[in-house]
């Protein structure tokens, strides 16, 4: 799949509507809890990449999974530290929460793509992140202020996975190494699964929330995860995490709607800070561009 730049920005900001729904998905669970509604999302996301991935591309996912070398098995390991870390989050604190601390990915990103790949950074990107950071850091600190620690300490494995990840991808393919990363998208849900399948023992989800979960593997992860790797080939890795902020705002508003968790003023005032940075990075970038 060939995308031009416009189409790649419009199709990541797909994918983040896409991871946003997990939140207000799981509010909507009845007996599922921490690392049996982990293994459950992994569990399915890995069904339904079996299933989409030999239609999403040529050529066979076994044979790119033993030829894909330490890039794909490194990416594969760091979806299965967001897939596991980002569930169990959201057991332990709210939806705002997990997405807020999530939202430091553009600082991790930046800082890891600088340092091992020497990415250069374009001001208007240093810029927009410095804009989205100071709304990221308004909504943070009234969030860790009302306690729920560990849950935000769980969360920040989220971004710190993801930047080493879009690094890795970007890397990959900066070298001249076509490494197909998508399967490794297969890779980490197969082992977030198979991680947490004994702790998730002895399972007590309902029918209901097995066939949430199995919506989630499908929707939520299976289907944008793939897409972000693709999409990772023409966005640079600050920009893909930029975009990846767009999260925060869907999920929060999705929450607040579909579960009534009511983000506070101090959200919603740095979201709009959030998506403002945003807005402007990519408004810029086309200008410079046309």
């Known amino acids: 799949m060939k995308l031009s730049h416009g189409k790649a920005v419009l199709l990541m900001v797909a994918v983040t509507l896409m991871w946003s729904i997990a939140g207000v998905i799981t ?19 890995v ?6 991935l030999p239609f999403f591309q040529s050529g066979s996912v076994y044979g ?22 980002f569930m169990v989050a959201l057991t332990l604190t709210t939806v705002a929460n997990v997405l807020v601390t999530m939202a430091v990915g553009p600082f991790l990103t930046a800082l890891i793509a600088r340092i091992f790949i020497g990415h250069r950074i374009p001001a208007r990107t240093w810029a927009a992140i410095a804009v989205a950071g100071a709304g990221i850091g308004y909504m943070y600190g009234a969030q860790v202020s009302g306690g729920q620690f560990t849950g935000t300490l769980v969360a920040l494995c989220v971004p710190l996975a993801a930047a080493v990840n879009w690094t890795v991808s970007q890397r990959a393919h900066s070298h001249g190494r076509n490494v ?36 989630l593997g499908l929707v939520q992860l299976a289907i944008p995860c793939a897409l972000s790797v693709v999409c990772a ?12 902020l767009l999260e925060v705002i ?9 579960a ?18 945003l807005v402007m990075n990519e408004l810029v970038g086309w200008r410079q561009r046309a």
Do not use: N, Y
Not at 47 to 52: C, D, F, T, W
Not at 261 to 276: K, S
């Open 27 to 45: 509010r909507h669970l009845e007996q599922a809890r921490s690392f049996e509604v982990t293994f459950w999302r992994s569990f399915f996301t």
């Open 47 to 52: 069904l339904s990449l079996l299933v989409i």
């Open 64 to 85: 790119k999974l033993r030829r894909g070398g330490a890039a794909l098995w490194l990416s594969g390991l760091c979806w299965s530290v967001m897939f596991t870390a």
């Open 180 to 215: 197909d990363l998508v399967p490794s998208v297969l890779v980490g849900a197969a082992i977030s699964s198979l991680a947490t399948l004994p702790l998730a023992m002895p399972f007590a989800a309902s029918w209901h929330d097995i066939g949430l979960l199995a919506l």
């Open 233 to 244: 080939r023409v966005l640079k890795a600050p920009e893909v995490a930029l975009l990846a």
């Open 250 to 258: 869907f999920g929060i508003l999705l929450a607040w709607l579909g």
């Open 260 to 277: 009534d968790e009511v983000p506070t003023q101090t959200v919603l005032a740095g979201g709009a800070l959030v998506i403002g940075a």
